[in-house]
């Protein structure tokens, strides 16, 4: 009887775990994925204002940008914030290009910021970062 | 004592079962919902573009386009876009046209693409899916 | 033996309880986060429009609004939108101020509306309450 009764207090404790995990995320470990569609250079110079100040309250977050459609020059050579941009991914933030998108606009790994990493399609990348629980944020107006 | 260790075991497997479909969701089954406020054409063919796109990684994915506010034109019998919106249906995409945003608009469903189903609050079909699991996309810059 | 068994059906109700609460949300209690960035006027005025259809559908539901970037206009003394602001207000909506964006244009509290509350950086209040659970709609076009 105590045995048995030992035996489901392990169970409890296991199974309450990931239940508990679910229902209060860990503070610590915020993950949010950014959708920038603008080609906007305003838009560009005040998201990576944005991603600093996120990194300042919180350094050890997850962040990652995905960046398709009109938001290509945002990761070009000659992108208006290529300096902000090496600084950001050097303190972890990763930057997901969209080559759907880079087919449509005939640019190569070549033209872009070797900061840039590389997903099939963007909006499948904003969808599965969804389903793993990371938050989501559109840029833009 | 051995009948109670095995009632336990099942009760372990009968609760760790959703628990784990939560944390692991299944990648087969992909459910999105697009908000499209936006007139602008270009949003407009940009996104047909996009869903085409999607539907090609994900041919089984469920997608909802709630359309509403300034967007009332691309579910128009002279959308610019009303042939992809046509084979976008047919492959199974729903089209969910917000009642308020009509009535405010002075349009009858007679106005509209036959493609279009109708919610009575675009915004709030836009929080039901998200309640529901679905992933959030806001279509546009 | 019964109250081994007795005593595991305790467990699996309480351990059931929180499992079925994440599966089916309350459909009674509505949780929605606006994120607004835009300085556009036409867009601010169809929010505080949208905020009241919300609450004629949901009364009870929990909805704020995170004013940042662009978006400080909505929120001060001569917003266009000011006595719709007080009447939502008083329907028990929040209006979140970002005092990042704040200190960034020279804006001080006294030339904000009396309605506004504040949060640090409003991104991670958009990330926070996601985390929590709550519905994200981005504003505009």
New interface residues.
């Given amino acids: 009887?105590k045995?048995?009764?030992f035996?489901?207090s392990i169970?409890?404790f296991l199974?309450?775990t990931?239940?508990l995990a679910?229902?209060k995320?860990d503070a610590k470990q915020?993950r949010?994925v950014f959708?920038l569609?603008?080609?906007?250079t305003v838009?560009h110079r005040?998201l990576v204002r944005?991603l600093n100040?996120?990194l300042e309250?919180?350094p050890k977050a997850n962040i990652e940008v995905v960046v398709h459609?009109?938001a290509l020059g945002f990761m070009r050579l000659e992108s208006t914030v290529s300096p902000e941009i090496k600084v950001l991914s050097e303190k972890g933030i990763a930057f997901a290009v969209c080559e759907?998108s880079m087919r449509r606009s005939k640019l190569t790994k070549e033209q872009m910021l070797k900061q840039a990493s590389y997903v099939?399609?963007g909006?499948?990348e904003?969808?599965m970062k969804?389903?793993e629980g990371w938050?989501?944020?559109?840029a833009?107006?």
Same sequence: chains 1, 2, 3.
């Fill in positions: 009887m045995k048995s009764l035996l489901f169970g409890l199974l309450a990931p239940t679910q229902t995320p915020h949010i959708h569609a603008s080609a906007d838009v005040t944005q100040n996120l309250v919180w459609a009109w759907n099939p399609v909006l499948a904003l969808v969804q389903e938050s989501y944020i559109k833009g107006y």
